[in-house]
């Protein structure tokens, strides 16, 4: 580094403070400075040439340096602290503090503390300076004692810098559900556990690997030289301690899930690797928890984008759904090939125009519980087009997905009711086509919801039937007016005998409790000829009749 001393003279108070300056430099994590008040000249501590990029570590101007680091509004604090210095009696202390730009782009708060320095005349010769950030005061976590984020980020970034080959991996652990630890026993208890946990993780660990704690009940850890397959070992001993920290109480479960990047192969800076270490530990807990996942950037782009488009969904649905629209695609009666209904399909606009399937974002609205607005929306909208569409074709039916999800939902009968008085529609014309979705908490509220909808007359169609909870087993708890076979059972029943006889005997099966069958996936006109004469299908609904189509498109079937 670049300490240019010759600029300073042999006799200048900086060189003389030098050696003490050094000692303290690198024991120290707070920033120094030296102010040579006859030369105008300053001595900065190391770090600061580090974290600031400052080129020199002897500099003419260190206010104007330092100025741009410094929060905007703050900057009239370090003013008025110099100018304060300025009148301040040799030795007194003067303090402030302000927001100065860490290393991570953020603004962190830190305290400076000056005082002047006199020559052996009694004349101000020096002004000493310390900034010190004050999240560093604060390095150990208090409930474990484990060295907090602050640490890690620090012992991080010397292992990065400590040779050009350094390879190692960073794994991030979380604990799943110890929050309801915390609900169940009281936050002593939660503590407690916290506590035992670290120091069981600590005793698995490698003698030369330390624990750190981070915030949200999140450990951390790097190792150098290691291969997945090691990580995975020691992940391996992790979830054996946990199941024993479970056995001590019985009602106690607690698991852990696990993230790990490699550096330097998928970065080679503290804040990526972190964020990276973050991003994988959530892959594991999507893939169920009580695991680890990898980094991959595969998935982490995927991750991303579905991060964005959540965004760009939630600021739609504040604009009253704004992105959104619906599809309708014709179902036909299978016996006179008459149009008898629409299903309504989703649709989404993403930011470059292009149009969205609904598979790629039903899963994160459930998820996030956008499904709970959005679904009021697609009902309003298919409710309000159905009433226009009632003046040119009164017996038409309108079917609206509904996932099982948002039957948890406690308003969504009374919206319903209310919808369709509004717009006086008669709740017979409506069809739920139920769908798949997981995570149902409340199976006693959604079958009492179901069945107030079966009782106001709304029909209850159960949508994709052989496809997971859309079974036997659950037609016999809710009890459905029409089932819709779905394509994977019909894509191939010119040339299967076996398909042929699975739809043609559920047929026979719902006809006999009082059951329709719709059968989606219609593409050609064999397989309609064969579905209606040899099967009895009901309803077809298929590409061979009509894509989902815009209200506009659709609305022509109804004039012709
Ligand atoms: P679904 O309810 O089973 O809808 C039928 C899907 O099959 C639609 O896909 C439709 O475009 C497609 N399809 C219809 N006929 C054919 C055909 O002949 N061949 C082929 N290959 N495909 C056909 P889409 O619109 O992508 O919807 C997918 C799923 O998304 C729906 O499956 C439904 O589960 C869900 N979904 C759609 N709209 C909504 C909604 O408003 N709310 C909720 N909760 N889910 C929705
Ligand atoms: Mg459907
Ligand atoms: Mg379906």
């Known amino acids: 580094m670049n300490t240019n001393f010759l600029q300073l003279g042999d006799d200048s108070p900086l060189s003389r403070i030098k050696t003490y300056f050094d000692a303290l430099q690198n024991s120290a994590d707070e920033y120094f400075f030296v102010v040579d008040l006859n030369s105008g000249k300053v001595m900065l501590s190391q770090n600061f040439i580090r974290d600031f990029s400052f080129h020199d570590s002897i500099v003419d101007d260190f206010a104007a340096l330092l100025t741009p680091f410094i929060y905007y509004e703050d900057r009239e604090i370090m003013e008025s602290a110099m100018s304060e210095l300025d009148s301040a009696s040799p030795g007194v202390e003067v303090t402030s503090e302000f927001r100065l730009l860490n290393r991570n782009g953020e603004y962190g708060w830190v305290s400076l503390r000056m005082s002047t320095g006199v020559d052996e005349f009694g004349q101000p010769e020096i002004v000493a300076g310390v900034i010190a950030r004050m999240d560093l005061k604060q390095k150990a976590d208090y409930i474990t004692g484990l060295l907090n984020r602050n640490a890690f980020h620090v012992a991080l970034m010397k292992e990065l810098n400590s040779s050009p080959d350094v390879r190692g991996a960073v794994i991030f652990i979380g604990l799943d559900n110890f929050q309801l630890i915390n609900e169940?026993?009281?936050?002593?208890?939660?503590?407690?556990?916290?506590?035992?946990?670290?120091?069981?993780?600590?005793?698995?660990?490698?003698?030369?690997?330390?624990?750190?704690?981070?915030?949200?009940?999140?450990?951390?850890?790097?190792?150098?030289?290691?291969?997945?397959?090691?990580?995975?070992?020691?992940?391996?001993?992790?979830?054996?301690?946990?199941?024993?920290?479970?056995?001590?109480?019985?009602?106690?479960?607690?698991?852990?899930?696990?993230?790990?990047?490699?550096?330097?192969?998928?970065?080679d800076d503290v804040i990526t690797l972190m964020r990276y270490a973050e991003v994988a530990l959530d892959f594991a807990r999507q893939k169920g928890r009580d695991q680890i996942a990898f980094f991959d950037s595969e998935s982490y782009d995927r991750w991303r984008y579905d991060i964005g488009m959540q965004n760009l969904m939630q600021n739609s649905i504040a604009r009253g759904c704004e992105d959104f629209f619906l599809c309708y695609q014709p179902q036909i009666d299978a016996k006179t090939g008459e149009l008898v209904g629409a299903e309504a399909l989703l649709r989404w606009y993403d930011r470059d125009g292009s149009v969205v399937a609904p598979m790629q974002f039903i899963?994160?609205?459930?998820?996030?519980?956008?499904?709970?607005?959005?679904?009021?929306?697609?009902?309003?909208?298919?409710?309000?087009?159905?009433?226009?569409?009632?003046?040119?074709?009164?017996?038409?039916?309108?079917?609206?997905?509904?996932?099982?999800?948002?039957?948890?939902?406690?308003?969504?009968?009374?919206?319903?009711?209310?919808?369709?008085?509004?717009?006086?529609?008669?709740?017979?014309?409506?069809?739920?086509?139920?769908?798949?979705s997981h995570n149902i908490y409340d199976w006693d509220f959604v079958n009492k919801q179901f069945q107030a909808f079966h009782d106001l007359g709304i029909k209850i169609s159960m949508d994709d039937f052989g496809m997971g909870y859309s079974n036997l087993g659950f037609l016999k708890n809710f009890q459905c007016n029409e089932i819709k076979i779905d394509r994977v059972f019909v894509e191939d029943i010119l040339h299967s005998d076996y398909d042929k006889n699975l739809v043609k005997y559920v047929i026979m099966l719902c006809h006999a409790v009082g059951m329709e069958v719709c059968i989606e996936g219609v593409e050609d006109e064999a397989t309609y000829i064969f579905l209606r004469d040899e099967c009895g299908a009901d309803v077809i609904q298929g590409f061979y009749f009509g894509y989902p189509e815009t209200e506009d498109v659709f609305v022509k079937r109804l004039k012709k």
């Open 363 to 436: 899963p994160m609205l459930e998820k996030s519980r956008m499904i709970i607005p959005v679904g009021h929306w697609i009902i309003e909208k298919a409710v309000s087009t159905l009433k226009k569409w009632h003046e040119l074709m009164p017996t038409l039916q309108v079917s609206i997905n509904i996932s099982l999800y948002q039957l948890e939902e406690h308003m969504l009968f009374e919206f319903v009711k209310d919808c369709l008085d509004r717009y006086q529609i008669d709740p017979t014309r409506l069809t739920f086509e139920l769908t798949e």
């Open 184 to 267: 169940t026993y009281g936050h002593q208890f939660g503590d407690t556990t916290l506590r035992q946990i670290a120091q069981d993780i600590t005793n698995i660990l490698p003698p030369d690997i330390r624990l750190y704690k981070l915030d949200n009940n999140m450990f951390a850890f790097f190792v150098s030289d290691v291969y997945p397959e090691e990580i995975e070992i020691i992940f391996s001993s992790i979830q054996l301690c946990m199941r024993e920290i479970r056995n001590i109480e019985d009602t106690i479960y607690c698991t852990a899930s696990a993230g790990a990047t490699f550096y330097p192969n998928d970065a």
